[in-house]
Every structure is written in C-alpha cells, then in structure tokens.
C-alpha cells in the first residue's frame, strides 16, 4: 500500500487525522465506520472529531485509498483499498473483508442494463458476502463436539 506515495502525488500533507485514520485501517481487518473510526480516536488518545472523519474519508475515497463497503449487520464501513479493480467479500460471521482483483466480465450484463434503462454505465460495485476459512473451521470443529 502506498497511500504515502500517493498523497504526496496529489500533493497532499500527511495530516493528523490522515494518519491516524489510515493508520486503523490498516490495523482492522474489518470494514471500520464512521462511528467506528471516532471512537477508536479517542481510546487512542489521538482524537479526530466525527466531521472530520466523514470528511478525511471522503477524501481518501476520491483518492481511491480506501473504500465503502456493507460491514457486519450492513453497517456500512471502509477499509484501505488497494490501486485498481478490486472488490471486496465480507465474512457474515465475524465481519473480515478480503479483497479480490476485479476480473469479471460484466459486459454482457451491462449492455442488457444499459439497453433496459437508457442509462450509459461508468462505474459498478460489487461485493459478496459469505462465511470466511476460519470461520468454515470454526463451524466444523463445533460440529464435532
Ligand atoms: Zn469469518
Ligand atoms: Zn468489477
């Protein structure tokens, strides 16, 4: 990951809450919300007010550093995103988000889109849930019992 690389291409500063909020990101592997991120500020003693947050996120969402996706229980949250098409699985279980190169061929999907609605397609997310390897072990091993 080189988000540093990369702010300093967009000729941004490493600000305190840039780096603290990357910094979480890059320590969870779960999705973090807004919320999330805000609280773990202050158990860090490295406190980002709320507004800041959504704003330093949304920033970094245009950058392409990191991305939304549905959480746990749909909560929305973002993780750190990697440069180019990825996508993402979210376990149902325990809530990892897992990225995945984005190499599905979606053309024929999107011309039939594109033709039913009239709208010109620029853009998808796409995500999968699903129960992650450990958490298949888990369940396994509780079987067993
Ligand atoms: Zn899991
Ligand atoms: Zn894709």
């Not at 990191?66 to 279980?93: E, I, K």
């Not at 988000?97 to 979606?106: M, N, Q, R, Y």
Request: proline residues 3%.
């Amino acid at each position: 990951m080189d988000w540093q690389e990369k702010l300093n291409q967009e000729g941004l500063r490493l600000t305190h809450p840039r780096r603290v909020i990357i910094s979480l990101l890059e320590q969870a592997n779960i999705p973090l919300s807004p919320q999330t991120i805000h609280q773990c500020s202050l158990d860090a003693k490295e406190e980002i007010s709320l507004v800041s947050v959504y704003r330093t996120l949304d920033l970094l969402a245009e950058l392409g550093l990191v991305r939304r996706v549905h959480g746990h229980n749909d909560c929305q949250g973002y993780v750190l995103a990697s440069p180019g098409h990825y996508h993402h699985l979210v376990c149902q279980h325990c809530g990892a988000a897992v990225e995945f190169s984005g190499v599905e061929d979606l053309s024929t999907l999107l011309a039939s889109i594109e033709l039913e609605t009239g709208f010109k397609i620029n853009e998808h997310l796409l995500q999968f849930s699903g129960v992650c390897p450990e958490c298949q072990r888990r369940t396994e091993n509780h079987d067993q019992e």
